[in-house]
């Protein structure tokens, strides 16, 4: 036991992701002792919900080598379909939700299927398909409108004491998402795909039907990521989803990914995307210009990868 | 591999007809039906004057797309290009203020801002080994966020007419930005297949294990595409708010991605080592031609989008079937 903790080096503490963030989240609660009032973590988790979802979309995609630069779109179309529909047919929510989820997955099936057997880079594929479903939700609602019924704006306002009931769930299926890929045959070859494709496709992983499952995970998850925002500012969007794609990129390599492939942490990658709107609570309750947001993420971002480049140096 | 290739012994019309069935030729082949197509709709679209209105549009993301093209025949991304246009044209119009007093030393300080950006962006590409990506993606945030710090969110000051005229202006006809973009074009082209810089980045964007054993300095000239690409942008900054005459935060908006398609389009592949930055032109052109014909047949903003994004697939996964190898 001692001879183990002896061979831990300090680097591989200070540049373990996790660690980065937990320093983030102590000083924000140092610098802003509110945030740990119950309206404030509420306003946190429910704000961190929809980047979860979309963080966890883009690791499960990074793992495997890809990329999902169509998240936000998905995540806009979502939200301005459910907004659509449910002014259009109020009586109908439940099957709204279903069909919205399901068209998620479609487009995650499509997006999936092009990476995988069109030999087309995912950066450009999945660009593409942000770019023409950007398109779509502006086509379906060119601004902001409709309204949704009053059960369904509940989902993103119920509360258990200082913990909103969504995001609870959220984190919940992120821990068995997690339990899963680190201890399911399943897990396992993923991340052999990630580590590396060529020896997973001849250890019998069939690579291309993996990946096709993963993208369609992740437009399902974004499409959850769109239903919650929509019951969140109770209207349709369609530019909700927008900054979400480089968010969840940002969020993803926070929590522990790597472009790389073959590395995924979604304990990280939650943690991160709640870190991230700590911080950004934080800087608005201590009247931070927004404008220094971009600058903090970018310069975080950068730290954080610097770290674990330092802990995976070797000698 | 065969010593002598085939293509060396045909004649020049196979060798010119071989150029079209190449990556970076195909795009051209693209531009052709395009404008055919475009011609059959209407008899004013495809027009001297029409044509070069579009060119001088796409004379500022040419120029970036120059800088990006070297980048991503490292292997590399450069997100970072669309925020230093952004801060060049808030930067040149706060401290310009309408006025020629200061143009020289401002846009030399502008286009050092584009050099110092790249070398950051280089130096953690090559020398921290931060993925591309992620890196220049942080530095996006970082500009972003200098570019509204600067102008408390309401850029001031203006453009004065020298740099204007530039963005502007025509010499007997030519828009004169437009032909700032093609010398630009065929300086990188030179730059980039007829010095040493510009062969050891291709050999490196190949094969960077190779590159490295045959004593390429591998880290300075891929520190040297991304101080190429910060100072193509810079560049495109200044063109870009002599156009509009104003400094803005949103100018710089989209030209990161939009470089990245246009050099894709124009038969850059994004796994480096093979590219061509006058397909990386002609592939800007196509988007800005193609843009123009949408407008033009009345498409809505959004069904444009959707256009743009099926026939960006459509490109790319054609690319991928008929150019694999």
Redesign the interface.
Known sequence: MTAALRNIRLRDVVGAPLFLLVVLLLIGVAIEPAITGERAIRNILTTATPLILAGIAQSLVILVGG?DLSIGAIISVANVVAAALMTAYPDMTVAIVFGVLALGAGIGLVNGV?CAF????P???T?????????????IM?QPGGTVASGFRQIARANWGALPVTTVIVVALALLLAVAIRRTSWGVSLIAIGGNEASARLSGISVKRQTVLLYVISGFLAACAGLFLASRISSGDPLVGEPVT?DS??VA?LGGS???GGSISVVGTTVAAIVLAMINTVLNLKDV?P?????????I??LA??LD?LRRRKG | MALVSPAASTSAPMKMLRFFITPSGAVWIAIAILLAVAALASDNFVSGDHLLNVARHAAALCIATVGQVFVIMTGGLDLSNGAVITLVSVVASQLLGGSDQYLVPVVLLCLAMGAAVGLFNGLIVAKLGIPPLIGTLGTFGILKGAAYVLTGGAPKGGIPESIRYVGNGTIAGFPISTLCALAFVAFGAFLLSRTIFGRQLVFLGANPSAARLSGVPVARIIILAYVFSGVSAAFAGLLAVGYTGVGSLSLGEGYNLDSITAAVIGGTALTGGSGSVVGGAAGVFFLALLTSFLRFLGLSYSGQLIVQGAILAAAVILQARVFRR
Request: proline share 0%; charged share 0%; no cysteine.
């Open positions: 990329i092009l069109s030999g087309a880079s950066f450009i594929i660009l593409a398909m942000g770019i023409a479903l950007q398109g779509v939700a502006l086509q060119y480089l990129i940002t390599v790597s472009f790389l210009s404008f220094y947001q971009w600058m903090l993420k970018g310069a971002l950068i990868l610097s480049l």
